[in-house]
C-alpha cells in the first residue's frame, strides 16, 4: 500500500489505494488518530472514483469529530460530493485536494484543483433554472451559509464552503 499519513491526518491516496478500496486501506485505521477538533486534509488522484471514497473519508472524519445531526452530515456529503466531483470533471488537474476543520459550530470545506482550465466556478443560477446536469455549484451555493473561489499565482483553484452544524 502506498498510502502516506504524515500527519496521520494528511492522506495521500494514490490510483492504487483506489482500486484496492476499502480492503487495502483499512479507512477507519486511517481516521482512526484524528481527535476532536483536527482537520483532515488528502489528495486523491482527479478520477472519479475518487469521489466517493472523498465522501467515505469526510463521513468517517464527522463520526470522528461527533457531529452526528443527520442534516449536517448528509448536507457535508453532499457538498464534497459537488465540489470534488467539479474539479474532477472540470479541472483537467492530476491530483485533487480536500481540507475539512470544524470551528465552533461550523464546518469548512476545502477542495483545491491544480488550476488547469480557462474559467473558475461563477455564481450559479438558482437549482430550479438550470437542468439536471451542472446543478451541483448550484446546491453548495443554496446548503452552505457562505462558499467562494481562490486562485492563487499558480493558477490552483480552491473552492471553499461553509456549513452550520446543526446541535
Same mark, same amino acid.
Given at each position: 500500500m502506498s $498510502? *502516506? /499519513?504524515?500527519?496521520?491526518?494528511?492522506?495521500v491516496l494514490t490510483a492504487q489505494d483506489l482500486d484496492e478500496w476499502?480492503?487495502?486501506?483499512?479507512?477507519?485505521? $486511517? *481516521? /482512526?488518530?484524528?481527535?476532536?477538533?483536527?482537520?483532515?486534509?488528502?489528495?486523491?488522484?482527479?478520477l472519479k472514483r475518487a469521489v466517493p471514497i472523498s465522501r467515505h473519508l469526510a463521513q468517517l472524519w464527522l463520526s470522528a469529530q461527533s457531529v452526528t445531526d443527520k442534516d449536517t452530515r448528509y448536507t457535508t456529503l453532499l457538498v464534497i460530493s459537488e465540489l470534488m466531483t467539479n474539479a474532477v470533471e472540470h479541472s483537467g488537474s492530476t491530483r485533487i485536494s480536500s481540507h475539512l476543520h470544524k470551528a465552533g459550530d461550523h464546518l469548512h470545506i476545502e477542495v483545491r484543483d491544480q488550476g488547469r482550465t480557462t474559467s473558475t466556478p461563477q455564481q450559479p443560477l438558482p437549482v430550479h433554472?438550470?437542468?439536471?446536469?451542472?446543478?451541483?455549484?448550484a446546491l453548495v451555493t443554496e446548503l452552505a451559509e457562505d462558499w467562494g473561489v481562490e486562485t492563487d499565482t499558480n493558477g490552483n483553484c480552491t473552492v471553499l464552503a461553509t456549513l452550520r452544524i446543526n446541535p
Open positions: $498510502l *502516506i /499519513a504524515i500527519p496521520l491526518t494528511e492522506l476499502p480492503e487495502g486501506t483499512h479507512p477507519r485505521a $486511517l *481516521i /482512526a488518530h484524528c481527535t476532536a477538533g483536527q482537520p483532515i486534509s488528502f489528495s486523491v488522484p482527479s433554472h438550470i437542468k439536471e446536469s451542472g446543478r451541483g455549484l
